[in-house]
């Protein structure tokens, strides 16, 4: 079995409060400064949250990209066993995950279905993992048991923003491209600069950032928070995340 760890940011796990649970991806830990920032956001948000910093890097730093990939079924595993384990409510559960994490995600929200009948509230996927699980030359397409798909939770949301190393088709009810028929994403410069940007913009989001569209879509003429925890806004929309 993979090893996880649980890390409580707010001290002992409280049932009667929400819970947020934040996943690293490949090459990646909880130590990261990204998941310690969005701590912070959580917890200004809702003191009393449980915010759960998920850590399986003694699976997912290696150089063997397909370990990595393998552990993920496990390490989701895991993490509904730990809700279930804690008496976490699911409604007022959101799990986040970024890159491999969004994958671990929605196989966590998966089992906690499969063995309580009941849904996780949220899942938001930053920049799902693409190679090994939308298909391609060299692997199949991983089935929806093994990867984020919009059944995993009552509501699924997918930052998309990088078309090199993220998921390029839909996976959630709903799939926000950002900025996709840019080469780089703001202030990035290389393909993993792009994959880094969906946590990047996810934490503005959650400090209150707006973006101002140049055209209406669906998200009317900003878009912000609001956009993905209300399930006003599904399908496939494309925003635009550079100064207007």
Same mark, same amino acid.
């Given at each position: 079995?993979?090893?996880?760890?649980?890390?409580?940011?707010?001290?002992?796990?409280?049932?009667?409060?929400?819970?947020?649970?934040?996943?690293?991806?490949?090459?990646?830990?909880?130590?990261?400064?990204?998941?310690s920032e969005m701590a912070n956001s959580l917890r200004l948000q809702n003191p009393n949250a449980n915010i759960i910093a998920v850590d399986w890097a003694a699976a997912a730093n290696t150089i063997f990209y397909s370990n990595a990939v393998n552990a993920t079924v496990s390490v989701g595993n895991q993490i509904a066993d730990y809700l279930i384990g804690v008496g976490a409510n699911p409604n007022t559960t959101q799990l986040?995950?970024?890159?491999?994490?969004?994958?671990?995600?929605?196989?966590?929200?998966?089992?906690?279905?499969?063995?309580?009948?009941?849904?996780?509230?949220?899942?938001?996927?930053?920049?799902?993992? =693409?190679?090994?699980?939308? %298909? !391609?030359?060299? /692997?199949? #397409?991983?089935?929806?048991?093994?990867? *984020?798909?919009?059944?995993?939770?009552?509501?699924?949301?997918?930052?998309?923003?990088?078309?090199?190393?993220?998921?390029?088709?839909?996976?959630?009810?709903?799939?926000?491209?950002?900025?996709?028929?840019?080469?780089?994403?703001? =202030?990035?410069?290389?393909? %993993? !600069?792009?994959? /880094?940007? #969906?946590?990047?913009?996810?934490?503005? *989001?959650?400090?209150?950032?707006?973006?101002?569209?140049?055209?209406?879509?669906?998200?009317?003429?900003?878009?912000?928070?609001?956009?993905?925890?209300?399930?006003?806004?599904?399908?496939?929309?494309?925003?635009?995340?550079?100064?207007?």
């Amino acid at each position: 079995m993979v090893r996880v760890s649980f890390n409580n940011l707010n001290g002992t796990f409280n049932a009667s409060q929400s819970t947020y649970v934040i996943t690293h991806g490949y090459n990646s830990s909880s130590q990261n400064s990204w998941i310690s920032e969005m701590a912070n956001s959580l917890r200004l948000q809702n003191p009393n949250a449980n915010i759960i910093a998920v850590d399986w890097a003694a699976a997912a730093n290696t150089i063997f990209y397909s370990n990595a990939v393998n552990a993920t079924v496990s390490v989701g595993n895991q993490i509904a066993d730990y809700l279930i384990g804690v008496g976490a409510n699911p409604n007022t559960t959101q799990l986040i995950g970024h890159s491999l994490g969004a994958h671990v995600s929605g196989i966590a929200g998966d089992r906690y279905d499969a063995l309580t009948g009941v849904a996780i509230d949220t899942i938001v996927g930053l920049d799902p993992a =693409g190679p090994s699980f939308e %298909g !391609g030359w060299f /692997s199949r #397409a991983k089935p929806e048991s093994q990867r *984020l798909d919009a059944t995993d939770a009552t509501r699924v949301v997918a930052l998309h923003t990088s078309e090199t190393l993220g998921y390029d088709g839909r996976l959630a009810d709903l799939d926000l491209y950002v900025n996709w028929d840019d080469a780089f994403q703001p =202030g990035q410069w290389n393909f %993993g !600069g792009n994959h /880094s940007y #969906a946590h990047q913009l996810y934490n503005k *989001l959650l400090s209150g950032a707006s973006f101002i569209q140049d055209t209406i879509n669906k998200t009317g003429t900003h878009f912000d928070l609001f956009d993905i925890n209300n399930d006003y806004l599904i399908g496939s929309v494309d925003v635009n995340t550079y100064a207007i």
